[in-house]
């Protein structure tokens, strides 16, 4: 039984990680950080870069593990489960965005969004059903047939939040999603994963340099020495 109070979706307690344990090159990275997000609620997570920032959205996101502390994401508790577990965790109740969009070339936008929902059971119809709405709540409804390479950068980037967003995940992990755009453009994206998030109720952790984005958000936290401290 989970002891995941009923308002947050993701809880990070005491998180360690260390690179290179023993060895002459040791990297601490994370030193018990701690950190929980609400239901509904966007977070920015700021530090310079190396700090550590990649390591726990990707541990957070449940794509590696901590040396120790505890992860749990919609009130399970993912310490110890089994690779086969975790994978399905991820894939339900996850999504990821990250600076460059990794759109799969040979496909459609549409296509891009409707795969992950056939992977985690979806039928044809209802998946594609789910693109078309996204995309059309991002403003890129007329981009559905175009590959990627039709689009330009800041298209390409709301197609990638839509297809974070297929399976209607709990958590959103976002790593510098719109720090490969020009500011103007940076500004409308972001604006468009703001209205995808606000519109479903899922908690985001959102990894910035950019301190006027993370001003839109509900709250900042910053990543120093290992730790997370209110920013």
């Known amino acids: 039984m989970s002891d995941l109070a009923p308002d947050l979706a993701l809880d990070l307690q005491a998180i360690s990680k260390t690179y290179n344990a023993g ?3 040791e990297v601490r990275v994370l030193q018990e950080a701690t950190l929980t997000v609400q239901k509904g609620e966007v977070v ?3 530090a310079p870069s190396g700090a550590g920032k990649s390591t726990l959205l990707h541990i957070a996101g449940l794509l590696d593990t901590p040396d120790s502390g505890r992860v749990q994401i919609a009130g399970t508790d993912m310490t110890g489960l089994g690779d086969r577990k975790r994978t399905a965790t991820r894939r339900q109740q996850v999504g990821f965005i990250y600076q ?3 759109l799969l070339p040979e496909f459609s936008a ?4 409707v795969l992950p929902q056939l992977a985690n059971g979806v039928s044809q119809a209802v998946a ?6 996204l995309l059309a709540q991002v403003g890129v409804e007329a981009r559905a047939t175009h590959r990627p390479a039709a689009m330009s950068g800041g298209e390409q980037q709301r197609v990638a939040f839509c297809r974070a967003l297929a399976n209607a995940p709990s958590v959103l992990l976002a790593d510098e999603p719109t720090g490969n755009l020009d500011p103007a453009t940076s500004d409308v994206v972001f604006g ?3 209205s995808l998030v606000r519109g479903t109720g899922m908690a985001a952790l959102i990894a910035t340099h950019n301190m006027d984005l993370a001003a839109r ?4 936290v910053r990543l120093t020495d290992g730790q997370i401290v209110p920013g």
Request: charged residues 25%; aromatic residues 4%.
């Open 192 to 194: 468009a994963l703001m």
């Open 23 to 25: 060895l002459p090159g």
């Open 44 to 46: 920015a997570l700021v």
């Open 128 to 133: 594609t059903e789910r693109a078309r709405m």
């Open 217 to 220: 958000m509900d709250r900042i």
């Open 110 to 113: 549409l296509e891009n969004i």
């Open 100 to 102: 460059f969009h990794h």
